[in-house]
C-alpha cells in the first residue's frame, strides 16, 4: 500500500462546479499536510496547508480528518484556470515528506 | 527575486556519461532536497540534506550522489546514468523542514539514451 493515495482522474467538470479531492495516508505519526498545485511541465507550488481545524483560501477549503487518516480539498465556483493537477502531500517528520502521485483536473467551459 | 535555480532544464546524454545538475536558492533555506518525478509515481525523494555538510537518503538514492559544501547549493550527480535514470527532476528547498512551504526548481528534464 503506498504511503499517500490519491485517486488520480482525470476529473472532468464544468466551469462553476464545484468538485473534492481525498487523500489517504498510511502514517498515522504524519504531522503536517499540504496540497501543491502542479500545471503540465512545471514545478509543484503551494496550493495550501492543511490544519487540524481545517482552512478556507477564497474557492478553496482544505480539512483534516485525523481519525481516518485522509485530508481533502474541496474547490468551489470552479474556474477554467482551476485545470492541474493536484498533489496530496504529508510530512511525518522534521525530514520524511511523503508526495502523493496527483489527482487531474479539468475544466471544461 | 527569491527562488531555486536548476541547471540545465533540458539534458539528453549517453549511457555511462558523468552529469550533474546544480541547484541554487536565494532564500537562506536550511532544507534541500532532490525529487524525480515519473508518470503515475508521483515526486519520489532522491536525496535531502537539513544543512550543510549534511545529507541522507530519500525514497530512491541509488545511481545518485549529492553534497552540500555551502546553504545556497545543491548539486545532483550522476555518476554512470543509465536509462532508467530518465525523468524529470526537482529541486527543493524551505526553511527548516518539511513541515514548511517546499519552494521547487522549475525542473531538469533528463534523456539518458
Known amino acids: 500500500r503506498k504511503e499517500v493515495e490519491q485517486d488520480p482522474g482525470p476529473f472532468n467538470v464544468p466551469e462553476g462546479a464545484t468538485v473534492a479531492f481525498n487523500c489517504t495516508y498510511s502514517n498515522s505519526a504524519s504531522q503536517s499536510f499540504f496540497w501543491y498545485r502542479q500545471d503540465c511541465r512545471k514545478e509543484p507550488k503551494l496550493l495550501m496547508s492543511v490544519y487540524s481545524s481545517g482552512n478556507e483560501d477564497g474557492r478553496f477549503t482544505a480539512q483534516l480528518n485525523r481519525a481516518s487518516q485522509y485530508i481533502s480539498l474541496l474547490i468551489r465556483d470552479s474556474k477554467l484556470s482551476d485545470s492541474a493537477t493536484y498533489l496530496c502531500v504529508v510530512s511525518s517528520s522534521a525530514s520524511k515528506i511523503i508526495f502523493g502521485s496527483g489527482t487531474r483536473l479539468s475544466i471544461r467551459p | 527575486e527569491a527562488q531555486v535555480t536548476q541547471n540545465p532544464r533540458y539534458l539528453i546524454t549517453v549511457t555511462g556519461k558523468k552529469l550533474t545538475v546544480t541547484c541554487s536558492q536565494n532564500?537562506?533555506?536550511?532544507?534541500m532536497s532532490w525529487y524525480r518525478q515519473d508518470p503515475g509515481l508521483g515526486l519520489r525523494q532522491i536525496y535531502y540534506?537539513?544543512?550543510?555538510?549534511?545529507?541522507d537518503k530519500g525514497d530512491v538514492p541509488e545511481g545518485y550522489k549529492v553534497s552540500r559544501k555551502e546553504k545556497r547549493n545543491f548539486p545532483l550527480i550522476l555518476e554512470s546514468p543509465s536509462p532508467n535514470q530518465t525523468s524529470l527532476y526537482f529541486c527543493?528547498?524551505?526553511?527548516?523542514?518539511?513541515?514548511?512551504?517546499?519552494?521547487f526548481g522549475q525542473g531538469t528534464r533528463l534523456t539518458v539514451v
Open positions: 527543493a528547498s524551505s526553511f527548516a523542514g518539511t513541515d514548511r512551504e517546499a519552494f
Open positions: 540534506s537539513m544543512n550543510v555538510e549534511v545529507t
Open positions: 532564500m537562506n533555506h536550511e532544507y
